[in-house]
């Protein structure tokens, strides 16, 4: 298989972690710092084990790290993989921004 070929696969897996309100919430606790398993499922009202199964699908697109300490698991960002997903998205960028454009100066047209 060709670097682009896993680039694609790696995206995949990034877009489909990314593709769970749970696993987008995770991660935006994440981004305010490291935090033990128990931590992070508390909000969420679910099992550790369905956490866990979460954050091993976050872990596969390496959007997390976890450490362990005894039984203590410690997870952290790993921002790195959103940059391929970023850059991607960005491309359609401009189709965005014309529409958001196109909206404005329709709702400037129809002012009273």
């Given amino acids: 298989m060709d670097a682009a070929a896993l680039a694609d696969d790696h995206l995949d897996t990034v877009f489909h972690a990314l593709a769970n309100r749970t696993r987008r919430a995770l991660l935006k606790r994440l981004s305010a710092g490291a935090a033990k398993v128990t931590d992070l499922a508390e909000p969420f009202g679910m099992s550790l084990n369905a956490i866990s199964k979460h954050l091993l699908v976050l872990e596969g697109a390496g959007l997390i790290r976890r450490t362990v300490n005894g039984r203590t698991h410690i997870c952290a960002l790993e921002a790195g993989p959103l940059a391929p997903a970023e850059e991607w998205l ?23």
Avoid at 91 to 103: I, M, N, T
Wanted: aromatic letters at 22%; hydrophobic letters at 30%; charged letters at 25%.
């Fill in 90 to 112: 960005s491309a359609y960028e401009h189709y965005w921004s014309g529409q958001l454009d196109d909206f404005a100066a329709y709702v400037e047209n129809t002012r009273d």
